[in-house]
């Protein structure tokens, strides 16, 4: 049993109400891996990185079960690179920077050992990339998660609706769920958007937590309230690892289990935003997950008498 991680490794310029930071690693798939390396390993990683990337980090992600067989190392170019500036709320963000670098002519090669995976996840990279993975596998996955986000919509629409007739899940925020659905009801927009190709949608709203639409139905997961949110960079793509991290360990793609699935996401983002890039990631242990989730299930648990 495995998963593919395709996304970005990075470098990130992060400035939150509570500090910043110049140059530390990012990345959607990056993310990806720590999250769902806490529920399945391998993780096969696909990516590409600059002669910039330090071994240390690649050394870091292997020794949490992530194979690297499928992340490219061009040797005279730069990581990519994203900065963002947070606003007061946290909530929103600007995107003050994002340098393509080595992902300009990223051409990802699904290695021969990564086939036969049942779990795809596709993290926030060029659509076009995310088909061209999609297309060379030999035998479908059984469960294909789609991430993006409103700069690909900005600059590769058509594409993007091409991958996503391809996907069983799409992971979008808010805003970005309004940006591709033309719709401003959240409701009107998960209809749309599950006749666009995917079977299930996952709508993520911040500290407001996140909406699963299926059909016509809906769940709600919350976030938990934390005292401290320190830095938000990641939290979605860290959601979607926890999300698919426990959808490949349990082998159960039921939308009964992806309410679970939610909370597990919801769970590891929590984490995320407590430091800032993925140095939280890395310290938590199976006992801290386990008792995040806890707190979750008192947060959402009540007792009612319906007369
Ligand atoms: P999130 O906060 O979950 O949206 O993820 C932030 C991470 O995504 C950062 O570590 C960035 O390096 C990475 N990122 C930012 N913009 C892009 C993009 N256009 N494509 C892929 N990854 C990106």
Redesign the pocket.
């Given at each position: 049993m495995s998963l593919i991680s395709v996304?970005?490794m990075?470098f990130?310029a992060i400035e939150t109400p509570f500090g910043k930071v110049d140059r530390i690693i990012?990345?959607?798939a990056t993310?990806v891996a720590y999250a769902a390396s806490n529920f399945i390993k391998p993780v096969q990683q696909i990516s590409i990185v600059g002669n910039d990337f330090p071994q240390d980090e690649m050394d870091a992600l292997i020794n949490r079960g992530v194979e690297l067989d499928g992340v490219e190392v061009v040797p005279d170019k730069k990581s990519?690179f994203?900065s963002g500036k947070y606003h007061i709320d946290m909530n929103t963000r600007d995107t003050l920077i994002?340098d393509l670098n080595v992902l300009a002519d990223f051409n990802p090669i699904v290695p021969e050992s990564y086939q036969g995976a049942e779990f795809l996840m596709l993290g926030?990279?060029m659509p076009s990339l995310q088909l061209s993975v999609i297309k060379q596998l030999q035998k479908r996955p059984k469960l294909i998660v789609m991430d993006t986000?409103n700069?690909?919509m900005d600059i590769a629409m058509d594409d993007l609706k091409t991958v996503l007739k391809e996907v069983d899940v799409l992971l979008v925020n808010d805003g970005e769920a309004r940006q591709l659905s033309e719709e401003v009801s959240l409701v009107k927009a998960a209809r749309k958007i599950l006749t666009m190709g995917p079977k299930f949608l996952i709508i993520k709203k911040g500290e407001h937590g996140a909406l699963l639409f299926h059909e016509n139905h809906v769940f709600f997961a919350p976030a938990l309230p934390l005292e401290e949110v320190f830095d938000?960079?990641?939290?979605?793509?860290t959601f979607a690892g926890g999300f698919m991290g426990h959808l490949a360990k349990t082998k159960d793609i039921s939308f009964e289990n992806m309410k679970t699935a939610i909370i597990v996401g919801s769970a590891l983002a929590s984490f995320c935003v407590e430091k800032f890039g993925t140095e939280r990631l890395r310290e938590i242990t199976q006992e801290d997950v386990n008792a995040r989730l806890n707190e979750f299930v008192q947060l959402v648990n009540f007792d009612i008498n319906l007369v």
């Open positions: 996304g970005t990075a990130d990012g990345g959607s993310y990519f994203w994002t926030n990279l986000m700069f690909w938000p960079t990641g939290a979605g793509d």
